[in-house]
């Protein structure tokens, strides 16, 4: 068990004795600078500074009754018992306390007062059972009446400014009769109630807006209202559905529920008054169970109280205070022991859940240090720590255990900026300066003086001689960085200036030589720092909450109102999103130690973070696919393991620099190389993923890896890095690729280069764009004519290459007839004809055989024709006499095979055309005894038996030939001569019959 660290105790005359309510006790949302108590018995309230300073006494006209701080903790409201009429609101700012008349009428006594979680929105109950809202931005007051006819006892704001307010409706006027509860629902207009529901419970108090699991689904974020219900009950309604809802109900040996509260995702923290605490869950399969149950005091508790978060609560008896994680697998737990006597009743807790507070019946209050605040900041490499409320300790991410050097603050910043050897401590609009002393052996920092800037200050950011201050209210003011102590005001004032023009800026990110911005409009810009001039680099389309900046490698990255993460290059003047990250980012950290100046890479790697994950990403501004921005890797797991929702500070080298409670750790990421024994090759897979391919190669040297040389070698193709590639593939054994790379090793020209590692990367269409960016467009032409796409071709040989539109026709021509598209290829050959510009007999001739064949197949046979006997191309005449043929057009297939020299075919077409006599002509000069045959049947079919008997007798048919002098030509004598001297058999049968 840790003891908490007591940081400041407060006496005061508030005594609980003289009254039966308890002291009022709060700190101020998000800056946490003043902790208020107030007493509802004493005519002031007392101030004190997280320093342990007290601050002021505000005297009332009356004593307090409640305290209600606005969201941003600018505005203190308070009221007093007995006068609802009016509200008193203290600023912190001017230290004043101003009279808010409400109403007139009689309201009776205040029993509730809270501001709106989004909006500077006052809600006021009152045991009349009216409400008033009073709008701050609208001086508008808001009067709810007539829904409740009791006090309303309890009340609630959720996320999204619904109210609900809660009353006890009795039967009857006697005190002993059965109650129920009434609760309303109201919007922030509060002129009607969105719904009401009454509920048979008595007392009701603690009404909290919750995400449960009780509820599945619905329209609302915070889907449930939870109350305690008389003393010892938990109720969970279901905001979705009037008739559902959810009853803990507890021993009575544990006592009254004291407080309650939500955590994690639908759990819930009981704190009794026996000393009990109590996890139960709102888990469907979890509901109607104690998940933890544990006995915190002997005799009893008295208050419980929850960090803003959830993640912490402090619980406190009469003179201990003990602090314990809600986390149910990490029950670490502090405790502090306070005088006898003290009698503790009240806890409040800081914004950041840094500093608790317990005040006693007594008047005596305790401050205690519950964990170190996550406060730091870094410049590149370096990063500077909160250690301590009021003591920096600034050192490498590399080697955090061994600081370089101590700042000693006398203030508790709320900002802080490192710069190459100063650093600053701002408050509110003060802002305290310190510079690394060059004569310390421990690297100690002296003050170099203070500086009030006429405006709260949001950030800060240095150089080596230059502060830019951001203001809250939009402004942005720079001077130069003295570095004399003594006239250290006076050199401010000196250089001293407000950026003028600017209009909407919403955040800043300072370099070297620029200041780069972004606006509520979306815009992303930068101011050149000398010349106090500025420009729009890219205008997004959502306003931009945070911005980052790498200029060496000429990055912006910044984070939108919508969540989403973009990268902006400057020197290529493209903006990506970053792909994959998942959940609400909270910031990005460039790599400052392996960049491209370092490693020889093109790669610069930066990690985006969240409440549950660190995505590595890595962007490569040249290759063959333009600028790259890949997801290298989402180490969720490792989000984990790093305590959730602690700060990271710089990335540095693939270490984070991650700040919890003070401790300073650097761990590094998965993705990058472990450097372990036996590693070596699924290190060299990870410098792949991070396109540090140099490093991966002397590793694969290292390890005589040859493999992956291979692969490095095309990602170098990729990238662009010609000589890594060249000595890469040289070591695998690709000795082609090497050849092909030397060609290109001394292209300038990033256009033409990348077009050409497209292409050896087989990426041709990627090539012709290259190529044409890089206005070579015979280039683009030559690739465009490889893939075949003609139609680009010829569209940029009409613009770039005049004398290449006729072949570049030719071929689309070409390609359409094998197609099938004639009517395109007939149009693209007679446009290629006629842009010829310089005479080339073999192209004419091409173009004239392609229109001969098409003309011929669409059915204009005499420019077809024509075109054959122009060319006198025997090929030509065959092919087209195919043509013919399959279009019937026999005769006329008949003389172009004839005039190819293809006499058999042209035999066969006189004879399907009837032409017999040049098919005879054709046949008695060729050897085919099929259209000898053929052609004797025909003589024979018209009676000219004796020229059917010669072509018979040609053929070697000498069956028919018998056949024929007997029947026809009665030559018996012929007849058998032929048998004779044949031996056929079916001729001797024919001469016997």
């Given at each position: ?87 008193y609101l203290w600023s912190p700012v001017n230290h004043r306390l101003a009279n808010q008349e409400l109403d007139t009428w009689d309201s009776g006594a205040v029993t509730w007062m809270g501001w709106s979680v989004i909006a500077d929105i006052l809600a006021i109950a009152y045991s009349t059972g009216n409400v008033i809202l009073l709008d701050k931005a609208s001086d508008k007051r808001t009067v709810v009446r007539g829904h409740h006819s009791g006090p309303v ?50 007392k009701v108090e603690g009404i909290q807006f919750a995400t449960s699991k009780f509820v599945q689904g619905g329209q609302r974020e915070q889907n449930t209202l939870s109350c305690i219900a008389n003393e010892n009950t938990l109720v969970l309604f279901n905001l979705e559905d009037d008739t559902r809802s959810l009853q803990y109900s507890f021993k009575a040996e544990y006592g009254k529920i004291i407080q309650y509260s939500w955590f994690g995702d639908g759990y ?146 709320t900002v802080v900026a490192l710069g190459p050897d100063s650093f600053v401590a701002a408050i509110n609009n003060l802002a305290i300066f310190y510079l690394a002393d060059s004569d310390s052996e421990n690297g100690a920092y002296i003050t170099l003086g203070r500086y009030e800037y006429l405006g709260i200050i949001r950030s800060v950011s240095l150089t080596w001689n230059l502060v830019v201050v951001f203001l809250t209210d939009g402004r942005i003011v720079t ?515």
């Amino acid at each position: 068990m840790n003891a908490l660290k007591a940081h400041f105790q407060f006496t005061s005359d508030f005594l609980r004795e003289k009254s039966k309510e308890d002291l009022l006790l709060q700190w101020q949302p998000v800056q946490a600078n003043y902790l208020v108590i107030g007493s509802p018995i004493e005519n002031r309230m007392l101030l004190y500074d997280r320093s342990h300073q007290k601050m002021t006494e505000v005297t009332l006209p009356a004593p307090c009754a409640h305290l209600a701080w606005n969201r941003h903790g600018m505005l203190l409201a308070l009221v007093c018992p007995q006068n609802g009429a009016q509200v008193y609101l203290w600023s912190p700012v001017n230290h004043r306390l101003a009279n808010q008349e409400l109403d007139t009428w009689d309201s009776g006594a205040v029993t509730w007062m809270g501001w709106s979680v989004i909006a500077d929105i006052l809600a006021i109950a009152y045991s009349t059972g009216n409400v008033i809202l009073l709008d701050k931005a609208s001086d508008k007051r808001t009067v709810v009446r007539g829904h409740h006819s009791g006090p309303v006892m309890a009340a609630a704001w959720s996320e999204d400014s619904l109210l609900a307010t809660c009353s006890v409706v009795r039967s009857s006027a006697k005190e002993n009769t059965s109650a129920s509860s009434r609760f309303v629902f109201v919007t922030v207009a509060g002129d009607t109630a969105l719904s009401a529901r009454e509920c048979s419970y008595g007392k009701v108090e603690g009404i909290q807006f919750a995400t449960s699991k009780f509820v599945q689904g619905g329209q609302r974020e915070q889907n449930t209202l939870s109350c305690i219900a008389n003393e010892n009950t938990l109720v969970l309604f279901n905001l979705e559905d009037d008739t559902r809802s959810l009853q803990y109900s507890f021993k009575a040996e544990y006592g009254k529920i004291i407080q309650y509260s939500w955590f994690g995702d639908g759990y819930i923290l009981l704190s009794f008054q026996k000393g009990v605490l109590i996890w139960v869950s709102s888990h469907p399969d979890e509901q109607g169970k104690e998940l933890q149950h544990l006995k915190i005091f002997a005799d009893k508790a008295t208050d419980m109280c929850a960090t803003g978060d959830g993640a912490r609560f402090g619980i406190c008896s009469s003179n201990v205070l003990k602090v314990f994680q809600t986390d149910l697998a990490k029950m670490r737990q502090k405790e502090a022991l306070v005088g006898e006597g003290s009698d503790l009743q009240k806890l409040a807790w800081t914004s950041d859940g840094s500093l608790i507070a317990a005040v006693g019946g007594n008047g005596q209050g305790f401050v205690f240090l519950a964990k170190i605040p996550e406060t730091g900041c870094a410049w590149r490499d370096r990063v500077a720590v909160m250690i301590a409320l009021d003591t920096f300790q600034v050192a490498e991410i590399k080697n955090p255990q061994e600081p370089l050097g101590v700042i000693s603050c006398n203030i508790e910043p709320t900002v802080v900026a490192l710069g190459p050897d100063s650093f600053v401590a701002a408050i509110n609009n003060l802002a305290i300066f310190y510079l690394a002393d060059s004569d310390s052996e421990n690297g100690a920092y002296i003050t170099l003086g203070r500086y009030e800037y006429l405006g709260i200050i949001r950030s800060v950011s240095l150089t080596w001689n230059l502060v830019v201050v951001f203001l809250t209210d939009g402004r942005i003011v720079t001077h130069q960085l003295p570095r004399d102590n003594e006239s250290f005001v006076a050199n401010i004032e000196k250089t001293i200036s407000t950026i003028g023009g600017l209009q909407g800026v919403s955040c800043v990110a300072l370099a070297d030589r620029n200041l780069y911005f972004g606006t509520s409009n979306g815009a992303i810009g930068f101011l050149s720092l000398p010349h106090q001039r500025h420009e729009l680099a890219v205008q997004h389309t959502a306003e931009i909450v945070s911005v980052f900046v790498k200029e060496q490698d000429a990055l912006v990255a910044f984070i939108d109102s919508a969540n989403e993460v973009m990268l902006y290059c400057v020197t290529g003047d493209v903006c990506l999103k970053v792909p994959g990250f998942s959940g609400r980012p909270m910031g990005i950290l460039f790599d400052w130690v392996d960049g491209p100046q370092q490693t020889g890479d093109f790669a610069s790697t930066f990690v985006v973070y969240g409440e549950s994950a660190i995505q590595v990403n890595v962007f490569v501004q040249h290759s063959i696919f333009g600028g790259i921005l890949e997801k290298v890797d989402d180490t969720t797991g490792e989000r984990e393991m790093i305590t959730k929702n602690s700060a990271l500070l710089g990335f540095s080298g693939g270490k984070v620099a991650e700040l919890s409670n003070g401790l300073l750790i650097a761990r590094t990421l998965k993705i990058f190389p472990q450097n372990q024994p036996g590693q070596t090759a699924v290190d060299v897979e990870k410098l792949i993923k991070l396109h540090r391919f140099h490093e991966a190669a002397r590793l694969c040297r290292k390890g005589k890896l040859t493999m992956q040389l291979q692969q490095i070698g095309q990602r170098c193709v990729q990238e662009l890095d010609i000589e890594l590639a060249i000595s890469a593939y040289r070591e695998y054994g690709a000795a082609d690729k090497v050849l092909l790379l030397e060609r290109y090793r001394n292209v300038e020209h990033l256009p033409s280069l990348a077009g050409h590692m497209a292409l050896i990367d087989d990426k041709p269409q990627l090539a012709c764009e290259w190529f044409l960016r890089a206005s070579d467009h015979t280039a683009a032409l030559d690739t465009y004519t490889d893939l075949m796409e003609w139609e680009k071709a010829i569209a940029l040989a009409e613009t770039h290459a005049p004398d290449k539109i006729s072949y570049a026709r030719q071929q689309h021509a070409a390609q359409l007839e094998l197609l099938g598209d004639n009517g395109g290829a007939l149009v693209n050959y007679e446009k290629a004809l006629a842009a010829l510009q310089i005479s080339d007999s073999m192209f004419e001739r091409t173009c004239k055989i392609g229109i001969a064949k098409i003309s011929i197949r669409m059915g204009d046979l005499p420019k077809g024709l024509a075109l054959c006997r122009e060319l006198r191309d025997p090929l030509l005449n065959e092919e087209c006499a195919g043509i013919l043929e399959e279009g019937r057009h026999f005769k006329d297939a008949a003389r172009m095979y004839r005039d190819s020299g293809n006499l058999q075919k042209a035999a066969a077409m006189f004879l399907r055309a009837k032409e017999w006599k040049q098919a005879e002509e054709i046949i008695e000069k060729t050897d085919s005894m099929p259209l000898r045959v053929q052609l004797a049947k025909v003589k024979e079919t018209a009676g000219d038996f004796n020229g059917a008997v010669r072509l018979y007798e040609a053929a070697g048919e000498n069956d028919a030939v018998v056949r024929l002098l007997l029947e026809s030509l009665n030559r018996t004598d012929l007849a058998i001569e032929v048998v004779d001297r044949t031996r056929s058999q079916e001729g001797a049968k024919m001469v016997a019959a």
